[in-house]
């Protein structure tokens, strides 16, 4: 079965500063996605980044960058230039590739950002 | 469109009570999906429906039923509630080619059994 492991439960940044959050996940398929979400104190999943298994090129979404190591299956979130709204449960998951097979979450991070 | 809705968002049962968590998308997505969230534990799959008419059990199943009422419609129910149901509960969908693979989410039940 697949694993994904966020080992960090929380973080901390300055605002303005540079953080990144770790993921690392466990499978023996090639082909599969994995994801960051975001969920404020609303409660509410915001899709932040995707990431194709078979593209090498890391993805980038404005402020948000992703390091994926497929080799070392790890898949960090990068979140520059920090923003109080950036303040968030943030969520590592992945995804076999294979129909309608279910998202496989992580436990999630916590990220404070202290003004 | 109003993407994903859920009703109610909060909820308080007793122990032993029934309810029914009802889900609905204009998206025109093929699968639906539900998880609960419990503190510390991420996101976890109870069951999910990958097409009008199909279901099928998750990694926490147990004490729930589904049914996926037409293709809009995916509802949650639970018969004899107990406090270890106290949880968020999201409803999920996702589309069919290339949007099969990205979900969409939600705004959430919070539900509290006592």
């Known amino acids: 079965a697949q694993t994904v492991t966020q080992s960090q439960p929380e973080m901390s940044v300055q605002e303005a500063e540079t953080v990144t959050l770790s993921c690392t996940y466990d499978?023996?398929?090639?082909?599969?996605?994995l994801f960051w979400y975001k969920q404020p104190p609303s409660r509410q999943m915001i899709l932040v980044i995707r990431q194709e298994a078979y593209k090498q090129q890391n993805a980038t979404e404005n402020r948000f960058s992703v390091n994926f190591q497929k080799a070392a299956k790890s898949f960090s979130l990068k979140i520059s230039d920090s923003q109080l709204g950036d303040a968030a449960m943030y969520f590592c998951a992945y995804k076999y590739n294979s129909g309608n097979t279910p998202l496989v979450f992580g436990k999630g991070t916590r990220l404070s950002v202290i003004a | 469109n109003a993407g994903v809705t859920q009703t109610p968002k909060f909820q308080v049962l007793k122990t032993g009570q029934s309810m029914t968590l009802q889900c609905a998308q204009d998206?025109?997505?093929?699968?639906m999906y539900w998880y609960r969230q419990d503190p510390g534990m991420g996101l976890r799959l109870i069951y999910y429906s990958a097409s009008e008419g199909t279901t099928d059990k998750g990694e926490v199943p147990n004490g729930y039923n589904v049914s996926r009422l037409n293709k809009r419609e995916f509802s949650l129910r639970l018969e004899s509630a107990a406090p270890s149901q106290t949880s968020v509960y999201f409803c999920?969908?996702?589309?069919?080619?290339?949007?099969?693979?990205?979900?969409?989410f939600g705004p959430g039940t919070r539900l509290t059994v006592l």
């Open positions: 499978t023996s398929e090639s082909d599969y996605y």
């Open positions: 999920a969908s996702s589309g069919l080619g290339l949007a099969i693979n990205e979900q969409f």
């Open positions: 998206m025109n997505h093929n699968s």
